[in-house]
């Protein structure tokens, strides 16, 4: 299962991400530029993730958040 959402982040200014899930299993985070082209991952074994990528140019980015695992897990999306 996934869910996505929407990001502008402005051309050359940082752009972070993360996500901290509820404990209870392993979520992903993915970020991709207008043309899906990967800005930024993590896909490690636990619930949280923190992602930090410089946009050369202004643009909408999609941010997904994928759970591999069979229960439904909560989260929160935190972004500056």
Partial sequence: AFS??????????PAEVAMIGDGGGNLDLRVTDEAGHLACAEAGPADRAFCAF???WNGFFT?????PGAQPRRYRLMTN
């Fill in 63 to 67: 941010v997904t958040i994928s759970n």
């Fill in 4 to 13: 996505r959402y929407g990001t502008a982040p402005e051309r050359e200014l």
């Fill in 54 to 56: 410089t946009p050369a």
